[in-house]
């Protein structure tokens, strides 16, 4: 059933931009790992009155009037997050994982003070000390990266790292690693050096929350995550850990980074935690790991290289130097047929990160619209044959057709493509 719309006839052009977008994410195959498919109760929720509600200050602690229903909302939220990952305090206010993150900088560290973090450009974020970004643009920072024989963490260096520059902050947690990450050994080495411990779970939340993935929470001083990628929630943020840290990270958040918290979006997470409660989630989270190994293997048997040799969560690295295609190539081919990824660095990349040598991928949006391992294989199929004959017109324009009746069987949002 087509949804009435007021936005067609007030405004078309964001109308019909909207409609392009439904029709891109119906009729695509969605592979960025960061990404996912959020249900109509949570889209419901993002699109409610509530982002009409200043509330700025904590539940039953704000600084306007008229906030009741929306302290009722935060509060259910909050109680929901600690269930879901068995944490003693958690901020449901961030407005995204970046700002999360700042917020536990501004919470523990002077300008100036040291942090270690994993490089970004071996599977780390931006904001754990990239010298671009405010986190390494503020701070000393220290990155550790992945071994050259096994692209897996190397503990050794960590803790000599730690050792040798004694920062104050360390940070665990990932973009780009597809192996289960250590947390014991991080508080190992955080307690070697008297550091605060932060585990960054953003790509892995969904799998954590669902047992599916380590959890870090016994570990980690703070835990930071986003809420839209493993955890299918609203494009968001969250912050959680010991109860001892609260007070000091709530005032970070607010009012040392914030303003008003988006109450539609808090909403909209207490949606998506409820969900992921549900023991279907865990269901669905198992999935993503069985469809990410069936991917990669699929990858692995059609000869291409995967980092590391293969995957323990929901995305991948493939690298692309065997078959001589850059990054941006081969993310520039795969969309023109419908598949969408992100070109990605691969371990000591000699391109640029405007190029690379790699493009990763992932399996929580397809295994949201119900794909299974047989999809996979042919996934894997379509973007071995879209790769190996990026110049061959006609050969894409097979995949192109395969890819949209692969996702025709699979019906995302196509109730909201209004036709009249
Ligand atoms: N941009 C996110 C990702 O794609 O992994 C990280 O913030």
Redesign the pocket.
């Known amino acids: 059933m087509p949804i009435a719309s007021s936005l067609k006839s007030i405004d078309p052009d964001i109308f019909r931009l909207v409609q392009m977008e439904v029709r891109r994410q119906e009729y695509g195959l969605e592979l ?1 790992p ?1 990404e996912n498919f959020v249900d109509e109760a949570v889209l419901e929720a993002n699109g409610s009155v509530l982002t009409n509600k200043y509330a700025e200050g904590l539940p039953r602690k704000r600084y306007y009037g008229g906030c009741d229903c929306v302290d009722a909302v935060e509060e259910l939220a909050i109680a929901r997050a600690k269930e879901l990952f068995g944490t003693e305090f958690a901020n449901v206010q961030p407005h995204s ?2 700002q999360a993150n700042q917020a536990v900088y501004e919470a523990f560290l002077k300008p100036g003070d040291t942090v270690m973090g994993m490089r970004l450009d071996q599977g780390g ?1 931006l904001t754990h000390g990239s010298p671009v970004n405010f986190s390494g643009k503020h701070y000393k920072v220290v990155a550790y990266g992945v071994r050259t024989t096994d692209h897996l963490i190397d503990p050794d260096e960590v803790m000599a790292l730690a050792k040798e520059h004694r920062p104050k902050l360390i940070i665990c947690g990932a ?1 780009a690693y597809s192996r289960r990450i250590d947390f014991a050994l991080f508080r190992k080495v955080a307690d070697e050096v008297g550091a605060i411990l932060l585990a960054d779970i ?2 892995y939340a969904g799998l954590v929350a669902a047992g599916e993935y380590p959890s870090p929470v016994a570990y980690a001083d703070i835990v930071s995550t ?1 809420t839209h990628k493993t955890l299918r929630g609203p494009r968001s943020g969250l912050l959680m850990g010991k109860a001892q840290h609260a007070q000091v990270i709530n005032r970070a958040v607010f009012p040392g980074l914030q303003g008003g918290p988006h109450m539609h979006t808090i909403a909209a997470k207490a949606v998506s935690f409820k969900e992921a409660l549900a023991p279907d989630f865990k269901i669905y989270a198992r999935q993503v790991i069985a469809n990410a190994r069936a991917l990669s293997d699929a990858l692995i048997s059609l000869g291409l290289k995967i980092v590391s040799g293969g995957t323990d969560s929901h995305l991948m690295v493939v690298d692309l130097r065997p078959i001589e295609v850059s990054g941006k190539d081969a993310q520039h081919v795969l969309d023109s047929v419908g598949i969408t990824c ?1 070109k990605n660095t691969v371990p000591f990349d000699t391109q640029p990160p405007t190029v690379c040598s790699g493009v990763r991928i992932g399996t929580p949006a397809l295994t949201t619209r119900g794909m299974g391992i047989a999809e996979m294989k042919t996934t894997a199929e379509l973007i071995n044959q879209t790769l190996r004959n990026r110049t061959d017109e006609k050969k894409l324009d097979e995949v192109r057709e395969q890819v949209r009746a692969l996702a025709g069987r699979f019906p995302l949002y196509r109730h909201r493509l209004v036709t009249e």
């Open positions: 960025i960061s994982g970046a974020h973009t953003a790509h986003t992100n």
